[in-house]
Nanobody, 116 residues
Framework: QVQLLESGGGLVQAGGSLTLSCAGSGTIFRFHVMGWYRQPPGKERELVAVITWGGTTTLSDSVKGRFTISRDNAKNTVSLQMNSLKPEDTAVYYC??????????WGQGTQVTVSS
């Protein structure tokens, strides 16, 4: 069974940092496009960052210069390093995996709360 498990969320003050991790299991994610999405309270889910199997990254404008996405295919993990956090970064963060063929996968989410 394919699973994605997020970890690393928590409460942090504005200006602080957190690192989120997504651990995949049940398949090889080498050629999957991996990404992080988030859903702020009362808002729709939005893209945060994406990284391809070749290491090409895309970040949303709101997090450019502050967040970094990376992956370790040997460990089946994807990380999101979040620096200079702002209250508007408060959201449930979800790990996403999209294979070349077939359905995409989602994790259960991890809460990130940034206080002012």
């Amino acid at each position: 069974q394919v699973q994605l498990l997020e970890s690393g969320g928590g409460l942090v003050q504005a200006g602080g940092s957190l690192t989120l991790s997504c651990a995949g299991s049940g398949t090889i994610f080498r050629f999957h496009v991996m990404g992080w999405y988030r859903q702020p309270p009362g808002k729709e889910r939005e893209l945060v960052a994406v990284i391809t199997w070749g290491g090409t990254t895309t970040l949303s404008d709101s997090v450019k210069g502050r967040f970094t996405i990376s992956r370790d295919n040997a460990k089946n993990t994807v990380s999101l390093q979040m620096n200079s956090l702002k209250p508007e970064d408060t959201a449930v963060y979800y790990c996403n995996s999209r294979p070349p063929r077939g359905n995409e996968y989602w994790g259960q989410g991890t809460q990130v709360t940034v206080s002012s």
